[in-house]
């Protein structure tokens, strides 16, 4: 059974910064991929960040720059650095990983960045 607990989110202000992990049941080195998406209120989810099991990393355009994906096998977890956050980015952030061709989520959390 392959479980995806996020954790970090909150409130921060604009320019501010958050860590969000991801906590997995199994060792990160068994997904083919990790990733971080994001779903605003009456937006389509979109992808944010992607750490590949050979360790090569994807970044959507918004957030190149200021968000970073990595991964912590020994915990196991994934996080993802947020620095200067923007109103923008405020959204319910869900850890994704694929499995054997199985996708897996957590049951997300929420990023508010305001003032």
């Known amino acids: 059974q392959v479980q995806l607990v996020e954790s970090g989110g909150g409130l921060v202000q604009p320019g501010g910064s958050l860590r969000l992990s991801c906590a997995a049941s199994?060792?990160?080195?068994?997904?083919?991929?990790m990733s971080w998406y994001r779903q605003a209120p009456g937006k389509q989810r979109e992808l944010v960040a992607t750490?590949?099991?050979?360790?090569?990393?994807n970044y959507a355009d918004s957030v190149k720059g200021r968000f970073t994906i990595v991964s912590d096998n020994a915990k196991p977890t994934v996080y993802l650095q947020m620095n200067s956050l923007k109103p923008e980015d405020t959204a319910v952030y869900y850890c994704?990983?694929?499995?054997?061709?199985?996708?897996?989520w957590g049951q997300g959390t929420q990023v508010t960045v305001s003032a």
């Open positions: 750490l590949w099991g050979g360790g090569s990393r």
């Open positions: 199994q060792r990160i080195s068994s997904f083919t991929y």
């Open positions: 994704n990983g694929r499995k054997l061709g199985t996708d897996y």
